[in-house]
T-cell receptor
Framework: GENVEQHPSTLSVQEGDSAVIKCTYS??????FPWYKQELGKGPQLIID?????GEKKDQRIAVTLNKTAKHFSLHITETQPEDSAVYFC????????????FGSGTRLSIRP | DGGITQSPKYLFRKEGQNVTLSCEQN?????MYWYRQDPGQGLRLIYY???????QKGDIAEGYSVSREKKESFPLTVTSAQKNPTAFYLC????????????????FGEGSRLTVL
């Protein structure tokens, strides 16, 4: 079955700097890679996603890149702000089926003022 | 507002007691899910349901039970058989369609934190 590894588990960056979170997956059948953000005391919320037929996707300050050959994908946050502090989860699932989604273990991102 | 409502937000249970967590959604989604979240372990699927009166076990179903009598509701019972029930529980829902156009985006509730005393 699918296995998703996420690094680092914690990340602290200066406000205004960039943050990068990396994930690898094992199942070559996975074709959809969402990223969820979980603020303190809340449920996760989808912030960006990418399909296997696309190499990069951007949405304002966040971007996701996908390398299908190497089976890894990354989240990039530029010009970090205090509200970016949260736990971020990568995920992978095949067949666009939410019941098959496998989550990474999460990265706690802290933004230093 | 459309969304998913979980209750209670915090719950304390004595060992040996069953406890039921509520999850209601008004998004008209067919599929609903229960996840367990432990520190450093991501989200693990307990049970999911794609249609009323039907549900399937996820990766860690032992010690849990669910029902799906209405499309809007998917309660989770943590039974006394669950050896380590202290955790943060998340309910989610999604559209259920097949094909490349469906991303399977999950919409989560705010969670219920269960502590066993």
């Amino acid at each position: 079955g699918e296995n998703v590894e996420q690094h680092p588990s914690t990340l602290s960056v200066q406000e205004g700097d960039s943050a990068v979170i990396k994930c690898t997956y094992s199942d070559s059948a996975s074709n959809y890679f969402p990223w969820y953000k979980q603020e303190l005391g809340k449920g996760p919320q989808l912030i960006i996603d990418i399909r296997s037929n696309v190499g990069e996707k951007k949405d304002q300050r966040i971007a996701v890149t996908l390398n299908k050959t190497a089976k890894h994908f990354s989240l990039h946050i530029t010009e970090t702000q205090p509200e970016d502090s949260a736990v971020y989860f990568c995920a992978a699932n095949p067949y666009s089926s939410a019941s098959k989604i496998i989550f990474g273990s999460g990265t706690r991102l802290s933004i230093r003022p | 507002d459309g969304g998913i409502t979980q209750s209670p937000k915090y719950l304390f249970r004595k060992e040996g007691q069953n406890v039921t967590l509520s999850c209601e959604q008004n998004l008209n989604h067919d599929a609903m899910y229960w996840y367990r979240q432990d520190p450093g372990q991501g989200l693990r699927l307990i049970y999911y349901s794609q249609i009323v009166n039907d549900f399937q076990k996820g990766d860690i179903a032992e010690g849990y039970s669910v029902s799906r009598e209405k499309k809007e509701s998917f309660p989770l019972t943590v039974t006394s058989a669950q050896k380590n029930p202290t955790a943060f529980y998340l309910c989610a829902s999604s559209i259920l369609t097949s094909g490349v156009s469906n991303t399977g985006e999950l919409f989560f509730g705010e969670g219920s934190r269960l502590t066993v005393l």
